[in-house]
């Protein structure tokens, strides 16, 4: 009777259109999509349908470090009730040895502390790949990758070596379509020096924030001379803690005096670039009873709709920038003190699709 059962229900689950399949599938969590993938051949076509990827929601992951000073780098994404959930990174064999200079949509760039080898891991589909070596050592080394973008299957990491000219210097790019490094000698059209490590990656072109003057660099990294152009920032007072991020496809600048946050995009269609005020919020209206405005740190915007994500009282917050007002909030397990560094939103598709990582190892 229970095999009639059984045969009856994998019937019914056949008979289902590709239509009603897929409202089916919208609304399971992620990693169980992830899973139905093995139920049969039609199910792992119609989830790996490029229209069902489309309305899949976005992924809020995290890279954070745990409470206590010495310990590795963790990595976590939110869950539908409002707890941010711990990814193991213990399939990666070097993980004690390395250190995390970078993370971008997704990817995690590791290096192999006293050395030059780089590792590129994607902790969701438990993939990492090791980068051949560079010709130098990096000062600087950031990842650039773009599930949305042009070769979402494509990434690169750029090392800033530190051999400066008066205005330019020696950049190192890793192609992960070709395999290998380039170096390049680059005008950065502004010191050398002035150049600082907060840099964003978006739309195939890096942003360096640089000072004297306030500026933005960016460098097009789809060009093989890597040109650089430069655009001045609003001449605003900040607490120094000023940071690049995107929406809707277009360039922001995020700066806070300790009692506001400012919100400015970037309106490229001009000839001369120009900043626009977009939003400006109190942050005692961010931060938790019993907390300053001061103790609120933005970390990223979302990348289709005006709302910010800032870490206050331990605790990561969704901030609707139009409406004024708290939208959505995640923390870690009871009486867990993390600090998280790094935030972003992708597709969920990008954990269904096979690792965009060349040469990759994996562990299930």
């Not at 059984?6 to 056949?14: A, F, G, L």
């Not at 093995?38 to 992924?59: E, F």
């Not at 001061?294 to 009282?313: G, Q």
Request: hydrophobic content about 40%.
């Amino acid at each position: 009777m229970a095999i009639l059962k059984r045969h009856s229900s994998i019937e019914s689950v056949r008979s289902l259109s590709d239509d009603m399949l897929a409202e089916i599938i919208l609304r399971l969590p992620v990693k169980a999509v992830a899973r139905s993938r093995c139920v049969s051949k039609g199910w792992c076509a119609t989830i790996s349908d490029s229209y069902l990827r489309r309305r899949l929601p976005l992924q809020l992951s995290v890279v954070y470090f745990p409470d206590g000073g010495g310990k590795a780098p963790r990595f976590a994404c939110a869950d539908g009730g409002g707890q941010l959930e711990d990814l193991d990174l213990g399939f990666f064999p070097f993980l004690n040895g390395a250190v995390v200079c970078d993370a971008c949509n997704g990817l995690l760039l590791f290096r192999t502390a006293g050395t030059a080898r780089f590792y590129v891991v994607d902790p969701v589909t438990r993939r990492w790949a090791a980068l051949p070596a560079p010709s130098r050592n990096a000062r600087l080394s950031m990842l650039a990758f773009d599930p949305s973008g042009a070769s979402p299957r494509g990434y690169h990491v750029i090392n800033f070596t530190g051999r400066w000219r008066e205005r330019g210097g020696e950049v190192e790019v890793f192609s992960s379509e070709a395999w290998a490094w380039t170096a390049r000698d680059v005008e950065f059209g502004v010191p050398a020096g002035a150049l600082s490590g907060s840099m964003h990656f978006h739309g195939g072109a890096v942003y360096a924030l640089a000072s004297d003057p306030e500026c933005v660099v960016r460098m097009d990294v789809a060009d093989p001379e890597l040109t650089c152009t430069v655009a001045e920032l609003p001449a605003e007072p900040t607490d120094g803690d000023g940071r690049l991020a995107h929406s809707g496809g277009r360039l922001h600048y995020v700066a806070s005096d300790g009692a506001q946050l400012k919100v400015w995009v970037l309106d490229d269609s001009s000839p001369t670039l120009q900043w626009r005020l977009k939003h400006a919020v109190k942050l005692d209206a961010v931060a938790e009873e019993g907390c300053r405005g001061n103790e609120v740190r933005f970390l990223a915007l979302h990348p289709e709709k005006d709302a910010a994500y800032m870490w206050s009282a331990w605790r990561l917050v969704e901030y609707d920038l139009t409406r004024k007002e708290i939208t959505g909030a995640w923390v870690f397990g009871e009486g867990e003190k993390n600090r998280i560094v790094r935030t972003w939103l992708v597709p969920s598709s990008l954990y269904l699709s096979d690792c965009p990582l060349g040469d990759a190892h994996v562990q299930c």
